[in-house]
């Protein structure tokens, strides 16, 4: 099952730096695109959101950008922090349903 | 902050045996759910629980799967022959529902080790 696709497992970014991920999606049904974070020994934690009809949401430090005829999604983080260091999964919901499809996970390093 | 607790958070067992984890969702929320993560792999949906049914459930959540909210405050998990690929990190989440937009809220996750 590869509906959504994370490359690049692990990034490395100096404090106060910009950390971007990425994210590829198969599937033109889905509603609504998520970025959720997780720390070790926790649950994921949702982070971000963005409708299918929009192409930018942002939040604080957190960006996400939509690019449907790319099936494209990235997550801008700016400044990076120490505390940002986690998992961070991008996920998607299909219409019409509530299975999120996950990706496998991008681990972030803030380096102080 | 109301949260999503789940017990136990490590249980190991030997294959064959049945299996319970139990979940406590936030209160006021209608729609409950079980993922799992295989070490190394994607989250994965197992089942979505509302109105004390279940609403959806993927391919992996068989027979030996069942779900149930037995008392108004719980929601279990119950596998009830384990295999060795059960071995993995359960999540439940929970959802108030009133817009879907995928927005989930996760308990720390169940390890379940199957021997």
């Known amino acids: 099952d590869q509906q959504v696709k994370q490359n690049s497992p692990s990034l490395s970014v100096q404090e106060g730096r910009i950390s971007i991920l990425n994210c590829d999606y198969t599937n033109s049904m889905f509603d609504y695109f998520l970025w959720y974070k997780k720390y070790p020994a926790e649950g994921p934690t949702f982070l971000i959101s963005?409708?299918?009809?929009?192409d930018k949401n942002e939040d604080g430090r957190f960006t996400v950008f939509l690019n449907k005829s790319a099936k494209h999604l990235s997550l801008h983080i700016v400044p990076s922090q120490p505390g940002d260091s986690a998992v961070y999964f991008c996920?998607?919901?299909?219409?019409?349903?509530?299975?999120?499809?996950f990706g496998k996970g991008n681990q972030v390093v803030v380096i102080p | 902050e109301p949260e999503v607790t789940q017990t136990p958070s490590h249980q190991v067992t030997q294959m064959g045996q049945e299996v319970i984890l139990r979940c406590v969702p936030i209160s006021n929320h209608l729609y409950f759910y079980w993922y799992r993560q295989i070490l190394g792999q994607k989250v994965e949906f197992l089942v979505s629980f509302y109105n004390n049914e279940i609403s959806e459930k993927s391919e992996i959540f068989d027979d030996q799967f069942s779900v149930e909210r037995p008392d108004g405050s719980n929601f279990t998990l119950k596998i009830r022959s384990t295999k060795l690929e059960d071995s993995a990190m359960y999540f439940c989440?929970?959802?108030?529902?009133?817009?879907?937009?995928?927005?989930?809220?996760f308990g720390e996750g169940s390890r379940l080790t199957v021997l």
């Open positions: 963005i409708s299918s009809i929009k």
């Open positions: 996920a998607a919901l299909p219409y019409g349903n509530n299975r999120l499809a």
């Open positions: 989440a929970s959802s108030d529902g009133t817009v879907n937009t995928g927005e989930l809220f």
